[in-house]
């Protein structure tokens, strides 16, 4: 076990307030990624708010958490959103690797007591995380969400909707495989998430097939 997933191990270890964040105008990986990360942490006893910077793309309506997602609008839920932050105990930024992503909320992040964890698969992470899961050589942060969790012991947590938001992330990230950053891990772990009876077709249709804005 990494030193990392040791820390966060400890760090999950009694049930908490948790934040999770993502990057500005989410796509499949900061969605995916994030749903189903909050959707384990839900299943180990942690109370969890998904909150994004600002709203995305209709074609990921479908993603299991979906409905319970905060969309950040300072004008409309900037106080609910800084309490949010500042009760935490954890906070999460996935699929991002500077706070500046993340708009306003980036100084809320920076000033919050909380202890943060970064997960993230992007090059020269800012240096504002407790706890950093970076990764520039990993496809997409799905890819990484579900090594996490196996490596902390949880992979049969991993439900259909859990897995197809991660397949949707990775699948994304990797257009559709045809990604040098398309590795032999890759597809290991798709291999896996189809152990928990992922809809790959169904997936695909409902990302590509969609006439909502470019993806």
């Not at 709203?55 to 609910?80: H, I, K, S, T």
């Not at 090594?147 to 991993?158: C, M, S």
């Amino acid at each position: 076990m990494s030193t990392s997933v040791s820390e966060l191990q400890a760090l999950l270890a009694q049930p908490k307030q948790v934040f999770i964040t993502t990057h500005h105008k989410p796509d499949a990986d900061a969605l995916g990624s994030s749903l189903a990360w909050a959707s384990y942490l839900k299943k180990k006893g942690h109370s969890v708010t998904v909150v994004t910077p600002s709203d995305y793309p209709a074609f990921l309506n479908w993603m299991q958490g979906n409905d319970e997602v905060v969309v950040y609008e300072p004008r409309q839920n900037d106080r609910q959103v800084r309490d949010l932050v500042n009760r935490a105990e954890l906070i999460f930024c996935l699929d991002f690797n500077c706070l500046a992503r993340i708009n306003e909320l980036g100084e809320y992040v920076r000033q919050a007591s909380g202890t943060k964890v970064l997960i993230d698969h992007h090059q020269r992470p800012e240096n504002f995380a407790d706890v950093s899961f970076s990764n520039p050589k990993a496809a997409a942060t799905a890819e990484q969400v579900f090594e996490i969790i196996r490596d902390l012991g949880d992979q049969d947590l991993v439900d259909q909707g859990m897995g197809e938001a991660l397949y949707a992330g990775i699948m994304t990230d990797t257009g559709s495989f045809r990604h040098p950053s398309t590795s032999r891990n890759v597809h290991l772990i798709i291999a896996e998430l189809l152990n928990a009876h992922i809809d790959l077709a169904s997936v695909h249709r409902r990302i590509y097939d969609s006439h909502s804005e470019i993806r």
